[in-house]
């Protein structure tokens, strides 16, 4: 090969859709072809989760002392759905129940119980968390902060006249039928 002759020179193109073209076409476009396939298996990926991911009409924190099941949380989940309007409208109603668990345990590892702390204050800065339940334990860290007029309405506001003379940003659930239904103890409970 002289100095000025390149290679596609050299080279010819073998008959279209012939076995040696199939050869010819990988040898040359395979980067191209693992690409291309990888972006459409990628894109399919996407667009499965964008259509599966389920979008919950509200989530309601549970931040107590304990843990709740994961059956009595799901228990849960469709009561409160079967008792609810669909708010997204996307034709049925979703519930998340999301739990911080300040277990006894969690409350002895600094970094869990900083890393819970930080979980739930962060909750109060999202549009989309509307609705905590509490223990008796945990309300104050909800309620009695200097920040409380501003995230949580007064019990006066949607109680009106039965309002919680205990706090003025929480409702006792211990006579919830919902909760008593599933066996969940409710007597330390606040909504």
Known sequence: MSWGETMAEKITKPKAFTKEWYGY????????????????????????????????????NYITTDVLTTEKADELALLCSANSDDLNENG??????????????????????????????ALFNSTDELLFVADKEMLPHLTDTKYSSDIF???????????????EYAAPLKKSA??????????????
């Open 178 to 191: 919902v909760l008593n239904e599933i066996g969940i103890d409710a007597d330390d409970l606040y909504i």
């Open 25 to 60: 076409i990988w040898d040359y476009y395979k980067a191209h072809i693992l690409g291309g396939i990888a972006a459409v298996v990628f894109l399919a990926v996407l667009i499965t989760n964008m259509v599966n991911t389920v979008k919950y009409d509200t989530n309601i």
């Open 153 to 167: 309405y007064k019990t006066t506001e949607w109680l009106g006249e039965i309002a919680n003379e205990e706090n």
């Open 92 to 121: 049925r109603v979703d519930i998340a129940i999301n739990q911080l668990n300040f277990t006894p345990e969690n409350k002895e590892n600094g970094e869990m119980y900083q890393a819970l702390l930080n979980n739930m204050y």
